[in-house]
């Protein structure tokens, strides 16, 4: 996603207002487990500081991910409030800041960046998944399996018949 920022440098204070969609590829080191596969939407504003260019806003996308219990598909959706800042390429060394060449601000990596670092680490079918059963697999929402549950750690076996005496 570019964004076209020459108009706002000439002046100091100026500002661009920025209202897209579009669907951000490279996220291919999280397919196993998330799969982002509609447009992100974006709004923000992009203000030039002087030195540096800053960008507010929030972006918006829906993903399809596997329930941490189950392992059936959930779609789930993210909202993330952006504050950024972009200084012309070469100019600061900062490694809080993203750079911006030729009057254009690339936006694919401050919004990957923004989205993995704001993805949940657990989803959920429903709050009462039941999950797999540990031994055979079965899915315990539609089903109950024959597995026995009263099955003692073997580690306690010999404390079996303590309270028993």
């Known amino acids: 996603m570019k964004v076209d920022i020459s108009d706002i440098l000439k002046v100091n204070g100026a500002s661009l207002d920025v209202d897209r969609e579009e669907v951000l590829k490279g996220f291919?080191?999280?397919?196993?487990?998330?799969?982002?596969?509609?447009p992100v939407k974006l709004k923000c504003r992009f203000t030039n500081m002087g030195d540096i260019v800053k960008m507010d806003g929030r972006l918006k996308v829906d993903y399809l991910v596997k329930c941490s219990r189950c392992l059936k598909d959930v779609r789930s959706s993210l909202e993330v409030d952006l504050e950024e800042e972009f200084a012309r390429e070469g100019q600061i060394e900062d490694e809080d800041c993203y750079v911006y060449s030729d009057k254009v601000v690339?936006?694919?990596k401050v919004l990957k960046d923004n989205i993995i670092l704001?993805?949940?680490?657990?989803?959920?079918c429903r709050v009462d998944?039941?999950?797999?059963?540990p031994k055979c697999g079965a899915e315990l929402n539609t089903k109950r399996c024959?597995?026995?549950?009263?099955?003692?750690?073997p580690r306690?076996?010999?404390l079996k018949n303590f309270f028993n005496k």
Not at 28 to 38: A, K, P, Q, R, S
Not at 118 to 124: C, K, V
Request: glycine content about 2%; overall charge negative; charged content about 40%.
């Open 129 to 133: 998944c039941k999950g797999l059963c």
């Open 156 to 158: 306690m076996e010999a």
């Open 28 to 38: 291919d080191e999280l397919e196993d487990d998330f799969v982002i596969d509609m």
């Open 106 to 108: 690339l936006l694919d």
């Open 118 to 124: 704001n993805l949940p680490t657990r989803h959920m």
């Open 146 to 153: 024959s597995c026995n549950e009263e099955e003692m750690d």
